[in-house]
C-alpha cells in the first residue's frame, strides 16, 4: 500500500485527518469536502472535474450509484467531442488521454475506512478478507478512492472463483494487481506449438515474467519436469506459487523473484510473454499490459542467447497491436530479433476472439479487429 500522507478536511467545524492509502500511486487531492446522499449528481460531477475529492458520509450502495451516475456524464461529453481524422497513433494516445481523465475524475469519490478495515457506512459490504489480502494489518484510519475499492473487491471475487484456463483443464486464481489470463488464445498457442526435438528427462525450460504462473503450469502439463518461473514483482510471486501448489505441480516448477532471467543457469526452452504495447504505464497496476521503449522485450531478446542451450529454442509470444496502432513494427521486431544474433525458426498466429474485438463503439475497434496473436520460435543456430 503506497502512503503519500495524511489528508485533512473540515467537518461540523472540526479538522478531521486520516491517512491517505492508494496502490495506483494516485496523489491525494488538496480539497476535500464532505458530501452525502443529498448531493445531486451534476454538483458532485462538476466538484469531481474541478479536482475536489467527495469524501462520502451517506448510505454505500448509493456512492457506488453516484460513481456510475459521475461515470456517465463523463461518457456523454466524451462522445459529443468531434471525430477527427487521425492516425491510429494518434487515436490510441487520444484514447489512452480519455482514459486517464475519466479516472482521474471518477477517483476523487472516496470512502471512509476505520481501524480493523471496516467501513463506517450504511449498507457497507464486509471488505476486511479482501482488504487483509491487499493492505494486510491495519491499525488507524484511512480513506481511499471508491474506484480504486470496487476494483479491490472485484479482484477478490476473481481470486476467489478462479479463472477457467481450457487447455490446463484446471483454474489459474489471479491476485490483486496480478494480470489475469482472460484471453487465452496465447495458452492454445503454446499448446499446439511442437516441442523442441532435443527434449529429454532432464529437459529444462523457464518461464520468464511468470505473472499468476499460468505458462509454467500449462509446460508442466506438457510433461516438462524442471521449469524455473520468474518474476520481479512479490505478488506475481506469491500469486504463481499458489498456482503451481493448487495444480500440483511444485515438484516440476520452481518459482523465482528476480528480474528476468535465473542467474547462472541455461535452458533448453525459454518463454516469453511480454507487455504487448511499448507506452508508458499510469499506474503500478498497468506495468502487465505497457512495457515502456520496449525494456521487457528488448531484455529478454538482448540476453536469452546468454541462457540458451546451443540446441535450445526461445518462444516470444507477442501481439501485433502495436503495430495496428503504429507503436511498432513487424520489421522493427524482426530487426530486434536478428540484432540478439536469434533465428527465426517459425511464426505460429492466431486471431483473438475476445468480446472487445467486435465491439464497435471502442475508439481502438479497427486495430482490436485485426489483431493477431504470435509466438515466435527463434534459436541460435545460423541460417544457410
Known amino acids: 500500500m503506497n502512503d503519500f500522507s495524511n489528508i485533512v478536511w473540515r467537518e461540523s467545524d472540526v479538522e478531521q485527518s486520516a491517512r491517505w492509502h492508494s496502490e495506483k500511486n494516485i496523489p491525494p487531492p488538496k480539497r476535500i469536502q464532505v458530501i452525502d446522499d443529498t448531493i445531486t449528481a451534476d454538483d458532485a460531477y462538476h466538484l469531481a472535474c474541478e479536482g475536489t475529492g467527495l469524501l462520502w458520509r451517506g448510505d454505500f450502495q448509493n456512492a457506488r450509484q453516484l460513481l456510475n451516475a459521475i461515470a456517465k456524464r463523463i461518457d456523454k461529453k466524451n462522445a459529443k467531442k468531434p471525430a477527427i481524422a487521425v492516425t491510429s497513433r494518434e487515436t490510441f494516445n487520444l484514447y489512452r488521454q480519455a482514459q486517464s481523465q475519466r479516472a482521474r475524475t471518477l477517483d476523487k469519490l472516496l470512502i471512509p475506512f476505520e481501524t480493523d478495515h471496516r467501513i463506517p457506512l450504511r449498507r457497507a459490504p464486509d ?48 491476485h490483486y494487481g496480478v494480470f489475469a489470463p482472460i484471453r487465452q488464445e496465447y495458452l492454445q498457442l503454446l499448446a499446439e506449438t511442437p516441442l523442441p526435438s532435443t527434449i529429454t528427462e532432464d529437459f529444462t525450460a523457464f518461464d520468464i515474467g511468470t505473472g499468476t504462473g499460468v505458462i509454467a503450469a500449462l509446460l508442466a502439463r506438457r510433461k516438462i519436469q524442471h521449469i524455473i518461473a520468474t518474476d520481479q514483482d512479490s505478488r506475481s510471486v506469491d500469486c504463481a506459487r499458489q498456482n503451481i501448489s493448487r495444480l500440483g505441480f511444485q515438484k516440476q516448477v520452481q518459482i523465482t523473484q528476480c528480474d528476468l532471467f535465473p542467474k547462472q543457469q541455461q535452458a533448453d526452452l525459454i518463454v516469453c510473454n511480454p507487455p504487448w504495447l511499448p507506452a508508458r504505464p499510469s499506474s503500478p497496476l498497468e506495468h502487465a499490459i505497457y512495457d515502456l521503449d520496449n525494456r521487457m522485450l528488448s531484455g529478454f531478446l538482448d540476453n536469452v542467447s546468454n541462457y540458451l542451450k546451443p540446441k535450445g529454442e526461445a518462444w516470444l509470444i507477442m501481439s501485433d497491436f502495436a503495430e495496428q496502432l503504429g507503436l511498432r513494427t513487424q520489421d522493427q521486431l524482426v530487426k530486434m530479433i536478428k540484432d540478439a544474433g536469434l533465428n527465426i525458426v517459425e511464426k505460429r498466429d492466431i486471431k483473438p476472439s475476445h468480446p472487445r474485438s467486435s465491439d464497435t463503439s471502442d475508439p481502438l475497434y479497427a486495430a482490436r479487429k485485426s489483431e493477431v496473436v504470435s509466438l515466435w520460435r527463434f534459436n541460435l543456430e545460423t541460417k544457410n
Open 127 to 174: 471488505v476486511h478478507s479482501a482488504c487483509m489480502q491487499v493492505y494486510g494489518e491495519n491499525h488507524e484510519p484511512y480513506v481511499i478512492s471508491l474506484r480504486e475499492l470496487l476494483g479491490l473487491i472485484g479482484a477478490h471475487e476473481w481470486r476467489k472463483k478462479g479463472v477457467d484456463i481450457t487447455v490446463l483443464n484446471g483454474k489459474i486464481h489471479p
